[in-house]
């Protein structure tokens, strides 16, 4: 089951109430090197988006938590966000400043309680980057992060020791040194069969699809397809 | 100069991990920044893994190349995939990937083939082929996207731009 897919329905369950929005892309540093104020209204957009539902936002893509949570720190200073309101005005639409910015695995970690038991297999939890570092954007300690391997350990998993948990994928090398993207991706993948891992547990759809497209030796799944399809294996060996 | 060249940031460092010839190398391109100015065309091989945050001088290495690629574009030189993906963003509202394959194309950026044909049977793999090969679709936010690009910067801005590729070997067009 898909990344996205798998989150929602674990976000339900769990009883998170999730509105759907008409979110756009939130342009990356790519957008933000080109122009620093598109990058931040398209960045203000979403979040006027979760503030008119008086919601806060959840994430799948650590690329994109990251930089609607450095766009909400820069909107906190009034200059800036007067600025960029008035660019935002445009359509009709304005951002005040009241909203959070989550990863999902920060939600369901803090409810792991009420999320499924599954007889889970052995797994290497991999980070990767942007859901970690900066330090001051991350999601847990980046020198010896425990959000990940708790949450799964909670749910019924076996996590491995994996050194290279916290290293970089390589993914964003795709279309500048293709080369030293299969050599980084390829390097993740050995360490993770090092240390034994029947399966690669990913929580950045970069990191999954660059796990995924350099090999086919040892399955590589989002953390909340890797759950919910346990849950659904358990159900069917029963019947 | 804050900077005092221990090379943390560059033992830390992803991309210079996989670069062969040893030429990418964030203390050495720090020290021509700060001492004269000067840009390096390697900036565009940075992973943007922050992995350089490690630095006891806490300079962000990091957001010295960004702030390298952003005066590179200031100038005009823009990288072909940099401005695919940014004319993506505008007429899309989000990174449609087949608009941004189909603009790389039409700027003459080669894929690595063994990547494209892996991918397209990791997307068969997960969602058959009509998720494989998809037309390119505008999202429904893409006309309020493309009013915030031509409010902040005027229309056409992306395309008006002067594009130069990086001549050093090795980086991307």
Not at chain 1, 214 to 234: A, G, R
Not at chain 2, 104 to 126: E, H, P, Y
């Amino acid at each position: 089951m898909e990344y996205a897919k798998s989150a929602l329905e674990l976000l339900e369950r769990v009883g998170v109430e999730v509105v759907a929005k008409d979110f756009n892309c939130c342009g990356t540093h790519i957008v933000e090197e080109y122009s620093r104020d598109v990058w931040l209204a398209l960045n203000a957009r979403n979040l006027s988006l979760a503030e008119e539902s008086e919601a806060d936002i959840v994430t799948t893509c650590p690329a994109c938590y990251q930089n609607l949570k450095k766009a909400k720190i820069e909107l906190e200073d009034e200059e800036t966000r007067k600025r960029v309101n008035g660019v935002l005005a445009s359509i009709n639409r304005e951002y005040r400043g009241g909203v959070s910015v989550f990863h999902v695995i920060e939600i369901l970690s803090r409810v792991a309680d009420k999320l499924p038991q599954v007889d889970g297999g052995r797994v290497a939890a991999y980070y990767g980057c942007q859901i970690l570092r900066p330090p001051e954007i991350g999601v847990d300690n980046p020198e010896n992060p425990t959000i990940f391997e708790e949450l799964l350990e909670k749910v019924g998993f076996e996590v491995v020791d994996f050194r290279a948990r916290a290293e970089c994928c390589g993914g964003t090398l795709l279309l500048t040194n293709s080369e030293g993207f299969k050599k980084r991706a390829l390097s993740i993948i050995r360490e993770a069969k090092k240390a034994n891992a029947e399966c690669i547990v990913t929580l950045c759809p970069l990191c999954q699809f660059s796990l995924e497209v350099v090999q086919d030796k040892i399955p590589v799944k989002p953390f909340t397809s890797l759950i919910v399809e346990s849950v659904s294996e358990k159900v069917s060996e029963r019947t | 100069m804050k900077c005092y060249q221990c090379g943390t940031c560059t033992a830390d460092c992803t991309s210079a991990s996989v670069d062969e010839r040893g030429e990418f190398n964030p203390r050495r391109m720090m020290l021509d920044y700060f001492e004269n100015g000067e840009l390096s065309e390697l900036c565009w091989l940075c992973a943007s893994c922050f992995k350089c945050y490690r630095c006891p001088k806490g300079v962000k290495p990091y957001e010295v190349l960004a702030e390298m690629r952003a005066e590179y574009i200031r100038q005009g030189k823009v990288p072909a995939y940099v401005k695919a993906f940014v004319e993506t963003v505008r007429d899309y509202g989000e990174l449609d990937e087949t608009a941004f394959f189909m603009k790389l194309m039409k700027a003459g950026k080669m894929m690595d083939m063994s990547i494209v044909i892996s991918t397209l049977k990791n997307s068969i793999r997960n969602g058959g082929l009509s998720k494989a090969i998809s037309l390119p679709k505008k999202s429904r936010c893409a006309k309020e996207v493309s009013i915030i690009f031509s409010v902040v910067e005027g229309v056409g801005s992306v395309s008006e731009r002067k594009v130069e590729r990086p001549a050093v070997a090795g980086v991307p067009a």
